[in-house]
């Protein structure tokens, strides 16, 4: 195989072509011109200048650098260069030999004292490592017709300078392969914390009340941008789940049951709308500052936030509705035996009035003189929306809406009227501790209008208008102290409170 265009890796090879033995040797005999010849064995001394013991140290030499390197050195010594110059006959002797891309040739005419070597630049072997080694190792062994070494030190260094060189270079990609793990593994440290800051933000944006607008101007400003595209995603699922809860309780309770849910959602749209007009501007062309890219982003997560929770209130409010539908068999059965226990209540509530009105003037009994007859309206309520609510169970499925609103007043209706009945029952401990306490929370009263007083110069006038209500509050418990006991504690307990707020103040 011929080996044309043979170009180094670096630079083109080195042609050294030295007549080392000056100009006397131009004159010196020749022998027997050695043509170019194939190469069939590494090292070949067809001039005869090597001893046995020689032939095999170079022998050794080329065998280790192949063995360490893969690269072929061939050794031939000829006595001239058959008139041919030095690169002419080494390129046609590696062409005989059809050498490849790792075989070199060595070429060395002993009578010239010239030489030549032929191959391509072995990788890891620099211009300036070859031309140190020709000049100061090859060249002074020719010199000095030490034919044998000549030899020895152009493998022996060819498999120096690439052991080096593949070392440094395998040393360079290991120093290259730690850089990029380190700058690799800090740009992805860099990048999980910037995440992990941005998941955290946003947490913390999350749990911001939507009307704290001073706590969301905090925030940084790409958590109220990531909080806006959230927020924005959830009043548009929130409207679409809603529009279809409403149009089920509708069909359920009726129109003017679920109007407040019909506004709610009207209101979410509108907000939507606003939000969506917000984002859009932020998203667009033209850029704000940060400053008012802030106000946008407290405006619209205030606005999606409030509409979002106005929302979640009426459907709470449904389902609240429908599991007291599902349980209204139980709701009337619970409020019926609740009448039964009412109404068993009457007569000693009756009975305790009558005679409570024979122990105290009507000033003292006044705030429950009516409470019996005020019981018994609220029990006959509660009756009549009983009945209506098992009417509307016994409707279709989907028309038993009725039942929720007579449940709720007929709850409403009973709670009243036990509150009516425990009055009466309670009045007498009530008259006495009321009249027992009396005396201490009046003296308690004019203490601190005392105090209130004495501080008059530093309160301003919030404290001048709550000593005068408390004033006034006192000399109406004192004169009501013995006919309305009650009231007047009441009245004397409430004014004293906020007499002690505005003194704290």
Known sequence: MSLPNRVARWTSWLVLSVLLAGGGLLGAPTGVAEA???????????????????????????????????????VVYVRDFDGLGP?????????????????????????????RLDGELPSGVSDSELDSLLTREVEPALRD?????????????????????GLDLRFLLVIGALVVLVVGGLLLFARKRRRDRARADLAVAREVDPDNTTALAALPLEALHARSREALVEIDNAIRTSAEELELATGEFGATATLPFTTALEHAKTAAS?????RQRLDD???????EQRTLLVDLIGTVGRADRELDAQVAEFDAMRNLLINAADRLDGLTRDLVELKSRLPDAEAE????????????????????????????FAEQNIDAGRAALTQPVGKQGGAVAAIRSAEA????????????????????????????????????????????????????????SAQAALDKATAAASADPLDAFHDAVAADGELDRAIAA
């Open 36 to 74: 170019p010849l194939r190469m069939d064995t590494y090292v070949v001394d067809s001039a005869k200048v090597l001893s046995g013991g020689q032939m095999d140290r170079v022998r050794s030499a080329v065998d280790q650098l192949y063995a360490d390197q893969q690269i072929r050195l061939w």
């Open 87 to 115: 690169e002419a006959w080494a390129q046609r002797t590696a062409a005989k030999s059809e050498f490849g891309g790792r075989d070199l040739l060595l070429a060395i005419a002993t009578q010239e004292h010239s030489y």
């Open 145 to 165: 017709g030490r034919w044998a070494d000549a030899g020895i030190v152009t493998a022996d260094g060819l498999r120096s300078d690439m052991q080096n060189g």
């Open 274 to 278: 606003k939000a969506f007009s917000i």
């Open 285 to 291: 062309a033209i850029p704000e500052t940060p400053d």
């Open 353 to 380: 009035l009558a005679r409570l009105t024979a122990a105290h003037p009507p000033s003292v009994l006044a705030p429950i003189h009516d409470n019996v007859t005020m019981a018994r309206e609220r029990i006959a």
């Open 413 to 468: 209706a009973v709670g009243q009227a036990r509150a009516l009945l425990d009055g009466v029952v309670n009045a007498a401990a009530d008259i006495q501790q009321a009249r027992d306490g009396l005396p201490a929370v009046l003296d308690e009263l004019r203490r601190d209008i005392a105090s209130a007083t004495e501080l008059s110069g530093y309160g301003g006038p919030e404290l001048a208008a709550a000593t005068a």
